[in-house]
């Protein structure tokens, strides 16, 4: 599989926003991604796609991490 992925790939600027409004913000400004969100202390897949954002939250439901394609 390539690692060749298309479009934006990061948003940092999403850090502290809601994740409801990260997952929007990163499949409007990318439409090749799914974005899914992370509630604290559940786990991921870590094989590698350039299809998915995961987007880490706290408690609050605020983002924690730099969202980005993986």
Do not use: H, Q, Y
Not at 12 to 20: A, I, K, S, T, Y
């Amino acid at each position: 599989m390539s690692t060749e992925c298309r479009g934006k790939r990061s948003w940092p600027e999403l850090v502290g926003v809601p994740g409801n409004v990260a997952e929007a913000t990163i499949e409007r400004e990318n439409r090749l991604v799914n974005a899914f969100i992370v509630p604290p202390g559940n786990s991921v897949i870590t094989d590698f796609r350039c299809d998915r954002v995961w987007v880490f939250v706290n408690g609050n439901g605020n983002v924690t991490r730099v969202p980005s394609i993986g």
